[in-house]
């Protein structure tokens, strides 16, 4: 599946579910030619701009960003180890399975979580990869921020068109 997203010309994955170096690994094997990686060599794809840019499986790992999601209990301890390998260029915290992972499901600010959250972003800024997140919620955003993460998801399409749908029928019922 990485192959087919990076041949139609995707530069930036996200990988989810990434439990430890070894999966780390795994995910930027999948983004690499050999022989530093597993990804299979296609000369006329839609990345090439079909055949058309020079030595673009040489130069290919230097455009690319490779983001693994840390949604778990276990993978949030495994952060320095997971940022250590060369080729993961940033760890998106997954808020609502790590709340999940600590047994708090459908929760969205549990204390617990959410200090853990803070630990995480500090030493994902500490390993020297940048760090997100997701929320809906303004004041964690900011916070999250302010905090040293990177990239702040502030919401999402869906979320945004329920509400802009939801408005527009307020409008127009008595």
Not at 59 to 76: D, G, K, N, S
Request: hydrophobic content about 45%.
């Amino acid at each position: 599946a990485v192959k087919r997203y990076l041949d139609i010309g995707a530069l930036t994955l996200m990988i989810p579910q990434i439990a430890d170096a070894k999966e780390a690994r795994a995910a930027v094997e999948a983004m690499r030619y050999p022989p530093r990686g597993i990804r299979g060599v296609g000369g006329t794809t839609r990345a090439t701009r079909f055949g058309r840019v020079a030595d673009y499986a040489r130069r290919a790992e230097e455009e690319l960003c490779l983001l693994v999601q840390v949604e778990t209990r276990e993978a949030l301890d495994q952060i320095e180890a997971i940022a250590a390998g060369d080729g993961v260029d940033g760890i998106f915290i997954g808020p609502a399975d790590l709340h999940a992972s600590f047994g708090f499901v459908g929760e969205r600010a549990n204390p617990e979580v959410m200090a853990r959250i803070d630990d995480g972003i500090r030493r994902i800024r500490a390993a020297g990869k940048a760090p997100g997140i997701l929320t809906s919620s303004e004041p964690d955003a900011k916070h999250w921020l302010a905090l040293g993460a990177q990239f702040v998801a502030v919401g999402s399409d869906v979320g945004l068109l329920a509400r802009g749908a939801d408005a527009l029928i307020a409008r127009f019922r008595p």
